[in-house]
């Protein structure tokens, strides 16, 4: 067998021996004669791996008790309108920092519910989304339901490595591209949301963790498949849940776990993130590497090469040695690698030597 080195930015690549544990006990998960996939999710079978599952995940972000984790569906894209759903009612209005094509698609869905406005937007400031907005840039609105941000700007290849100041209103996080990259003050937030294909598990779930007392004050008349405090009370099983992906998202996280956690995960991803940042600033004659240094992103490193052709040839040729899903996003092309957790550092040297090689057959 030949595994590719995977640099996708979602779906991404899981550890092996987390696809090798899934696959030994798919036809009979320890010992009950079925697959998971063919279990009830009212049984006592699914149920351990799900608490499990739900349980590990608090634990590994370090969030208190004053938090839920809720197993959802529909990707992040579902919680741009629930969240404004639950959280925005009429007559308030709600801050976005827009920093890149998903906070501003957030944005402009919550816009479809209630009023929303911009606390920031980088590319107004510099017409393209190469840095992360200073403390300058951003005004609040005291009086705003909550202020929401994206942690990591996927398409863009931006992270945020200190929080904006939310003026102590609810903040609000998608980390659907860094959850459990590094270690985080869960606490500061109060909702943190991702969809589970880019670095917990397979896509088709959506993990929330939010602040109880804060759904106190969330809407009720709407549908209850929407509610997130109806997906509490039920404790993720108000319908049925996707329970493979919970499933393999729960050996995923015994993986973090056993790498030392959002800790041994940050050594690991500061490791990769050098090397490739480091490689792109020793061969600048070749490479451009647009985002400000302070705003780069460790998850996802965009670069270009000289022209357009090249670009393409680069991803073709690397595709060639083994190295696949290096393309960038379609609206911001050139080049990016996504560096999740399950990219090893020996990946990225791979991918490095390639780089150096290329530069110099090219250049
Ligand atoms: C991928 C991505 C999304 C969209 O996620 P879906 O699960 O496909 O809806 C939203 N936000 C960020 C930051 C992403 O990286």
Request: with cysteine; net charge positive; proline share 5%.
């Amino acid at each position: 067998m030949t595994r590719k080195i995977n640099f996708n930015a979602g779906p991404a690549g899981l550890p092996l021996s987390v696809l090798e544990e899934a696959r030994d006990e798919f036809t009979d998960y320890r010992g009950t004669g079925m697959s998971i996939v063919e279990h009830s999710h009212r049984g006592k079978a699914y149920e351990a791996a799900h608490n499990e599952a739900l349980s590990l995940f608090g634990e590994l972000l370090g969030l208190p008790s004053t938090h839920a984790v809720l197993a959802l569906q529909g990707g992040a894209s579902l919680q741009f309108a629930m969240l404004p759903l639950n959280f925005l009612p009429a007559g308030r209005s709600a801050d976005y920092i827009v920093t890149g094509h998903w906070a501003k698609t957030a944005f402009n869905e919550a816009g479809k519910v209630g009023t929303v406005r911009k606390a920031a937007d980088t590319a107004e400031a510099d017409k393209r989304y190469v840095r992360l907005p200073r403390p300058d840039d951003i005004s609040i609105d005291p009086k705003a339901a909550y202020v929401h941000m994206t942690s990591n700007n996927t398409i863009f290849g931006t992270q945020w490595t200190s929080l904006p100041d939310a003026k102590g209103l609810p903040l609000v996080s998608d980390m659907s591209s860094d959850i459990l990259s590094r270690p985080i003050d869960a606490a500061q937030h109060s909702m943190i949301y991702a969809g589970a294909q880019k670095n917990l598990g397979p896509s088709g779930l959506t993990v929330v963790a939010v602040r109880k007392d804060w759904l106190k004050e969330s809407r009720t008349d709407i549908p209850d498949i929407l509610r997130y405090q109806k997906h509490l009370d039920a404790n993720s099983l108000y319908h049925t849940p996707p329970s493979f992906g919970v499933y393999l998202f729960g050996l995923n996280l015994k993986w973090i776990k056993a790498n030392g956690g959002a800790k041994g995960m940050e050594t690991r991803n500061k490791t990769k993130a050098d090397l490739l940042y480091g490689a792109l600033d020793r061969l600048t004659g070749f490479y451009a590497a647009p985002v400000e240094k302070a705003s780069r992103s460790w998850m996802n490193v965009v670069f270009r090469t000289p022209k357009p052709e090249l670009d393409d040839l680069f991803c073709a040729e690397a595709e060639k040695a083994g190295m696949t899903g290096l393309k960038g996003h379609r609206s911001a092309g050139g080049v990016r690698a996504s560096l999740y957790n399950a990219v090893s550092p020996e990946n990225v040297k791979t991918l490095v030597s390639f780089m150096e090689d290329f530069a110099q057959r090219k250049g």
